[in-house]
């Protein structure tokens, strides 16, 4: 686990392997790249390849929903990790209690074609826990720790904002993927269908 040289919630400077990576506040600023990351974290679009056509228009409703403050995909959600300054990920996590809410809400905005979909989809979270969402990292600097230190700020969140349950989901049809968790403490719980896809719930437990 890499050290916390600095504690804060407002931002984190992590030594990883000698390299110092920087934890801090999303901004309105960093919109378009936190929308590329929920895209990306939703396997719809990585990275480094032009974005399709017919995502801009996603990409762009994305983009005007981190700006605001009251949607669940929004930058006052988000931490960003930055390498010798360069942003080069992103974690959306909140409190399980506002999810069904903003969820609906937030769906009205950007897939309002999905809204049935939408409708008979189980929760991912529940009132009482923190939730982390969306987490990606650029190609070139993932497998440094990137991920897990954004994994350890968002259960440091949680905890700070008085929650002894962490929650995230895993696609079930990634065991490798359950496997990481769990080697980070969480447990793998009951299974959930959410937007045709089936997850396991993951929480992690404050001692």
């Given at each position: 686990?890499?050290?916390?040289?600095?504690?804060?919630?407002?931002?984190?400077?992590?030594?990883?392997?000698?390299?110092?990576?920087?934890?801090?506040?999303?901004?309105?600023?960093?919109?378009?790249?936190?929308?590329?990351c929920v895209m990306a974290a939703m396997h719809l679009h990585d990275f480094e390849q032009p974005m399709p056509s017919h995502l801009r228009d996603l990409h762009q409703r994305l983009t005007n929903s981190q700006r605001q403050a009251n949607t669940l995909y929004t930058y006052t959600h988000s931490r960003i990790a930055l390498a010798?300054?360069?942003?080069?990920?992103?974690?959306?996590?909140?409190?399980?209690?506002?999810?069904?809410?903003?969820?609906?809400?937030?769906?009205?905005?950007?897939?309002?074609?999905?809204?049935?979909?939408?409708?008979?989809?189980?929760?991912?979270?529940?009132?009482?826990?923190?939730?982390?969402?969306?987490?990606?990292?650029?190609?070139?600097?993932?497998?440094?720790?990137?991920?897990?230190?954004?994994?350890?700020?968002?259960?440091?969140?949680?905890?700070?904002?008085?929650?002894?349950?962490?929650?995230?989901?895993?696609?079930?049809?990634?065991?490798?993927?359950?496997?990481?968790?769990?080697?980070?403490?969480?447990?793998?719980?009951?299974?959930?269908?959410?937007?045709?896809?089936?997850?396991?719930?993951?929480?992690?437990?404050?001692?």
């Open positions: 686990m890499s050290n916390i040289s600095s504690i804060g919630l407002k931002s984190y400077i992590y030594d990883s392997g000698g390299a110092n990576i920087t934890l801090r506040d999303a901004t309105p600023n960093d919109a378009p790249f936190l929308a590329n010798s300054g360069q942003v080069v990920g992103s974690l959306l996590s909140y409190p399980g209690d506002i999810y069904r809410q903003r969820r609906r809400e937030t769906f009205e905005r950007l897939w309002p074609q999905f809204m049935e979909l939408e409708q008979r989809s189980e929760q991912e979270t529940e009132p009482g826990e923190f939730y982390l969402d969306s987490m990606a990292v650029l190609p070139a600097f993932r497998h440094r720790g990137i991920a897990q230190m954004l994994i350890n700020d968002g259960i440091a969140r949680g905890i700070a904002q008085g929650y002894s349950r962490i929650a995230l989901v895993a696609d079930a049809a990634m065991p490798q993927l359950q496997r990481y968790y769990v080697s980070l403490g969480f447990e793998p719980k009951e299974h959930r269908r959410a937007f045709d896809t089936d997850f396991v719930r993951m929480i992690y437990t404050v001692k």
